[in-house]
């Protein structure tokens, strides 16, 4: 599992992902980690795509953030997924 | 103001009136929850069920508008995040209606605060090459965030007419009536697209959007802030519930069904309709089929309008302020973890809590989950265990009477069986889950009129659905008594209902009349437990037996129309022993462990 993460860490250029973030930072999301089930345009056709700033606002019992004026609750699995540079 | 008219409409079209073989076709298209609803209400003058969620239209509604001297057919469809790539049943339903032709001019509703994600889905409808119109909605809000657009420079980039409105106080609808006439093609976004949609979006958004900077901590968004966290949440959620029982238990189940039942029709309806039966028809066959054990009015009017009705109106009531204040996504944050151990995510909260409302709207809004295996769980389980309000009333009613323990210990044993059957279904019925990505409407003060209006619609759906079932059920159990066959029915069940379940004979009657529909079974046992002919521990039982058991008459050809016939039976065939057995396992567990309610 670790490895595996790490793995597509590198791939990403090692940018932190939005799961590492605390509740309270900001950052600009930098891309997202696809997977078979379209994953990068659900969260797309959300706002979150590269470029995009966004600000944590919770992190348990599920991630819940804000992008750009919309606030998203997402799962773990999820913002483990969504890389960003934090500002 | 500019009239759009001028720059937009092409010269060979009149704006004012055309010569067409039916009226034009108007589809109101948008992300979630930007309004399209209500101003689908404001056009058409009909109402079409608005809330503060995203997933409220889950199909097409269609209506006539008068523009200038024109009659449009208005169609509002179900909000849709993206029109490309994998979409859920709701939003497959918008992009046909675009796709096929069924709409000659589209006019897009977006919320006036996310410009980005409005142009991000301007980028997809170019490709469907119809005449559109950007309403900017909810402009109150966007500047009260702040935030303050340029609506000419978005209309230059867009090449169409853009108009701002505030939809539910009806501000800008003059200028969107003046636009219909003029929508034009997104061509220069199609254009300006085809390299990358993001980065297009991204530039028009910068460029035609200010924000002030100022941003007020209003108590709306205090309030999301207190909902969402952990610490404050639950309590707020525990809080919520417990209020919904006060409301719906307390005032609706014993308050108004004591006055209306017991006074009302009790004291006064029943004994005159008696009378009046007796004094002017001389058949004994006909005063039994009005007023006698299993009369039309005796039974089946008493238990829809004086038993069931109130608790369906206090909870559609309390039900609308808690949809429009934009709370309920919220409680998904909390629930995702459960349900991922369902196969299904946070969203499916949305279809359960709707559920006791009406299971059978919740079964179509289950459109609004990813994949079909999420569907079909979620169905599974509103059939199984989610008790609507009609059938939450007479619950309430009856264990809310005996004690507080008898209540938790029947949501318990429904939900512990949800649970089970959910886990189980995770691991048996094939394909995969969908991630929880869900969006978070923001909290609004929910307005009174909407909530009275969507009360009064649903009560009287209510009413128009429930009461001829009622009546035709009523009918049927009168004649099955006359010929006999209820006395035989009842016998033959008797092994399992005074065996198995250890309740009175009686009941199997009432599970019939459950069979029609949940609700009404439920008040059957109502007036058994009314009549000291049940035990806390039998209303215990009896009353899991009959959440559990199969879904109304309604609700199951539903099921058919979502999932086909098979699955329908499938569901009936899982659910059916699962009620029984449950029921039979509790009734001896309350045996061997003595306990009394």
Do not use: A, F
């Given at each position: 599992m670790r490895s595996r993460s790490s793995a597509s860490n590198s791939e990403a250029g090692g940018a932190p992902r939005l799961s590492s973030l605390r509740a309270g930072a900001r950052g600009v999301i930098r891309g997202v980690v696809p997977d078979a089930n379209g994953r990068v345009e659900r969260l797309a056709a959300l706002g979150v795509t590269a470029g995009a700033s966004i600000e944590v606002l919770q992190t348990f019992p599920g991630v819940v953030f804000r992008c750009d004026e919309t606030e998203l609750a997402i799962e773990p699995a999820v913002a483990r997924a969504i890389l960003v540079d934090e500002s | 103001m500019a009239c759009p008219q001028a720059r937009f409409s092409s010269p060979s079209v009149s704006p004012v009136v055309r010569l067409r073989p039916h009226p034009l076709r108007v589809a109101l298209v948008g992300n979630p929850n930007v309004g399209k609803s209500v101003l689908f209400e404001r056009l058409t003058g009909r109402y079409a069920t608005v809330s503060n969620?995203?997933?409220?239209?889950v199909a097409v509604t269609r209506g006539r508008a008068l523009v200038g001297a024109e009659v449009c057919e208005i169609i509002d469809t179900p909000g849709v995040t993206t029109l490309d790539g994998h979409l859920s049943e709701d939003e497959e339903v918008t992009r046909r209606v675009l796709a096929r032709g069924e709409a000659e001019l589209v006019v897009h509703v977006a919320d006036a605060r996310s410009l980005r994600r409005t142009l991000l889905l301007s980028a997809q409808l170019a490709a469907f090459e119809l005449p559109t119109i950007l309403v900017l909605n909810m402009a109150d809000e966007a500047r009260a965030h702040g935030i303050v657009i340029d609506r000419d420079a978005l209309e230059e980039e867009l090449g169409i007419p853009v108009v701002e409105t505030v939809a539910v106080d009806g501000r800008g609808m003059g200028d969107l009536r003046a636009a219909l006439a003029s929508g034009a093609i997104l061509k220069k976004v199609a254009g300006q697209v085809n390299g990358d949609a993001v980065v297009w979006a991204r530039r028009v958004a910068e460029r035609c959007r200010r924000r002030s900077g100022v941003r007020v901590a209003r108590w709306q968004e205090r309030f999301a802030t207190l909902a969402r966290n952990p610490w404050s949440g639950v309590p707020i959620l525990l809080v919520t519930l417990y209020v919904m029982y006060l409301f719906v238990g307390v005032f609706g189940a014993q308050f108004l069904v004591g006055l209306l039942e017991e006074t009302a029709f009790g004291a006064y309806l029943n004994p005159w309709a008696a009378a009046a039966v007796e004094r002017s028809v001389p058949f004994a066959f006909v005063q039994d089929l009005l007023t006698g054990p299993y009369g039309l009015i005796s039974m089946g009017l008493t238990y829809a309008i004086a038993i069931v009705l109130p608790v369906v109106a206090t909870f559609f009531l309390i039900f609308g302020l808690l949809e429009d204040s934009g709370y309920i996504p919220r409680v998904a944050i909390f629930s995702d973890r459960m349900f991922r151990a369902m196969g299904l995510n946070g969203k499916a909260v949305l279809p359960m809590v709707l559920g006791l409302g009406c299971d059978t709207m919740a079964t179509m809004t289950t459109r609004i989950l990813h994949t079909r295996k999420e569907r079909l769980i979620a169905i599974l389980l509103l059939a199984l265990g989610i008790p609507c309000s009609a059938q939450l009333a007479t619950i309430m009613g009856i264990l809310g009477g005996i004690s507080f323990a008898a209540l938790v210990t029947l949501f318990g044993v429904v939900m512990a069986q949800m649970f089970l059957v959910g886990f189980l279904a995770a691991r048996i019925v094939p394909g995969e889950r969908s991630e929880f990505i869900l969006e978070l409407p923001p909290i609004r003060r929910p307005r009174l009129a909407n909530v009275a209006t969507k009360t009064l619609l649903r009560v009287r759906w209510y009413l128009g659905e429930a009461v001829p079932l009622f009546l035709i059920g009523t009918f049927f159990l009168f004649v099955m008594d006359r010929v006999g066959a209820l006395a035989w029915v009842t016998a033959a069940a008797e092994p399992l209902v005074t065996g198995l379940l250890g309740l009175p004979a009686a009941t199997a009657g009432v599970f019939i009349m459950g069979f029609l529909r949940r609700d009404y079974g439920a008040a059957g046992l109502f007036v058994l437990a009314q009549n000291h002919e049940l035990s806390g521990v039998q209303a215990v039982v009896a009353l899991t037996v009959m959440t559990l058991f199969v879904p109304c008459v309604a609700h199951f050809l539903m099921i058919v129309k979502e999932q086909g016939l098979k699955t329908g039976l499938a569901i009936v065939g899982v659910v059916t022993p699962i009620a029984i057995f449950t029921g039979a396992l509790l009734n001896h567990a309350f045996k061997v462990f003595g306990i009394e309610f």
């Open positions: - | 969620y995203p997933g409220t239209t």
